[in-house]
């Protein structure tokens, strides 16, 4: 069998198993549904990173870690017609724009990033009768980052931006101590000449009934899509266990 027949004879074994738990009809290969998904990236990023990767429109950005997306593991763009419309968020406007800024184009009053992730991600999570409507989906959110409270947290733990470095090891024990589960780091890697990486995102995983779980694929699973994290030239990449990191306070670089 070929990996993509394989996958799709698994699929198959999962949705009969769905099926026949809730009915007895004969299952039939337009019941796989072409947007499965199974757990959810909740991507926080550090908007000083950010704007280090690309400087075009960045002012003042946020000292917090602000809301990147929230995204459905193996599915995008899963309703082209479904179309972002700003109403919609209208009661949360204020909220967005604090914690879901887009750190890019602060001086602008711009929605294209809040379509962007409802397009690609929204449509997916949308699927799930909690984030069936974009008020759903980015109420929810906010809750969630509530919620997480990533901010507390690593203030609490003492990790705070700094002109020194941390151990990339340290700072993921502490966050899976505090969630008890594996977050995934992402860094910006050494620039050339340099031994340290930038700390630019930190991911928590949630099931779809929205309970933590660890971001790590369990043995066996493939990757999933990996593909929004790339701002101008630079890249965000998993962060090396290894190398000193940097949590930069200002967006010059050191020295
Ligand atoms: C896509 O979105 C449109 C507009 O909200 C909706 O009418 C339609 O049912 C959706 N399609 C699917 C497959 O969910
Ligand atoms: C956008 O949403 C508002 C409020 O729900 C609604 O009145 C309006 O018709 C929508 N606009 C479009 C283009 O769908
Ligand atoms: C920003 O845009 C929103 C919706 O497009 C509008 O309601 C609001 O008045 C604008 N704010 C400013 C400061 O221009
Ligand atoms: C998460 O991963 C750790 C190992 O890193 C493992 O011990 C734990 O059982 C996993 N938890 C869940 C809920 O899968
Ligand atoms: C992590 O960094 C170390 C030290 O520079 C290097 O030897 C190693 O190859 C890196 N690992 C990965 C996965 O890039």
């Avoid at 400087?55 to 479904?82: Q, S």
């Avoid at 507390?152 to 705070?160: E, P, T, V, Y």
């Avoid at 066996?220 to 030239?233: D, L, M, V, W, Y």
Wanted: with cysteine; proline share 5%; charged share 20%.
């Amino acid at each position: 069998m070929k990996p993509a027949e394989l996958h799709y004879w698994i699929l198959g074994c999962f949705s009969m198993a769905l099926c026949c738990r809730y009915t007895s009809d004969s299952f039939t290969l337009s019941d796989i549904h072409p947007h499965h998904w199974n757990k959810l990236y909740f991507a926080h990023h550090w908007p000083v990173t950010v704007c280090k990767m690309n400087a075009n429109d960045c002012h003042d950005p946020p000292m917090y870690w602000t809301i990147h997306g929230l995204w459905p593991d193996r599915a995008e763009d899963c309703n082209r017609t479904w179309h972002f419309n700003v109403s919609e968020i209208k009661d949360l406007i204020l909220d967005m724009r604090h914690y879901w800024p887009d750190v890019l184009h602060s001086s602008q009053n711009r929605t294209q990033f809040w379509k962007h992730e409802w397009d690609k991600h929204g449509t997916c999570a949308a699927t799930l009768e909690v984030f069936n409507s974009q008020k759903k989906y980015f109420g929810k959110a906010l809750e969630l980052y509530q919620h997480v409270d990533l901010n507390g947290h690593l203030l609490k733990a003492g990790i705070k931006p700094s002109s020194s470095y941390y151990k990339m090891t340290a700072i993921k024990e502490s966050l899976r101590e505090f969630y008890g589960v594996t977050p995934k780091i992402q860094c910006l890697p050494p620039e050339e000449g340099e031994k340290a990486q930038t700390i630019g995102q930190i991911e928590i995983c949630f099931t779809k009934e929205l309970q933590l779980v660890n971001c790590t694929e369990r043995e066996g699973e493939s990757n999933p899509i990996q593909a929004h994290f790339k701002f101008g030239t630079s890249e965000l990449s998993v962060c090396n266990d290894s190398l000193p990191t940097y949590y930069p306070s200002e967006l010059q670089d050191r020295k």
